[in-house]
């Protein structure tokens, strides 16, 4: 079993930046066997979570078209962390951020709910025009 603990959220401007951090806990072998696949979600009010992005076994990162080129995934290994860098942030990019982690490869293209087993607890995120 892992946990996950989102923080970073808040308040920008539009074109502003943000940094999330999502830090995994538990024994040792059980995040390391549960952090194979990581994520992060979005969801706006009214509207389902979408997945954003994802790294896969360390290496292998996947990038949803509205955030491509914008959003930088990346993970320290050592401290078990995960981190959403968001540059260029557009009102519509407002919402509940949550960090997710997988167990196994994907199953499908693209980054999916049904991926991932372990979820946090979300962070709001504001951009205001």
């Known amino acids: 079993q892992v946990q996950l603990m989102e923080s970073g959220g808040g308040s920008v401007q539009a074109g502003g930046s943000l940094r999330l951090s999502c830090a995994a806990s538990?024994?040792?072998?059980?995040?390391?066997?549960?952090?194979?696949?990581m994520g992060w979600f979005r969801q706006a009010a009214g509207k389902e979570r979408e997945g954003l992005a994802a790294?896969?076994?360390?290496?292998?990162?996947t990038y949803v078209d509205s955030v491509k080129g914008r959003f930088t995934i990346s993970k320290d290994i050592a401290k078990d962390i995960l981190y959403l860098q968001m540059n260029d942030l557009k009102p519509e990019d407002t919402g509940t951020y949550y960090c997710?982690?997988?167990?196994?490869?994907?199953?499908?293209?693209?980054?999916?709910?049904?991926?991932?087993?372990?979820w946090g607890q979300g962070v709001q995120v504001t951009v205001s025009s």
């Open positions: 997710a982690s997988g167990k196994s490869p994907r199953l499908r293209v693209g980054v999916n709910a049904v991926d991932f087993q372990y």
């Open positions: 538990g024994d040792s072998a059980s995040t390391y066997a549960s952090t194979y696949l």
């Open positions: 790294i896969e076994e360390e290496r292998h990162i």
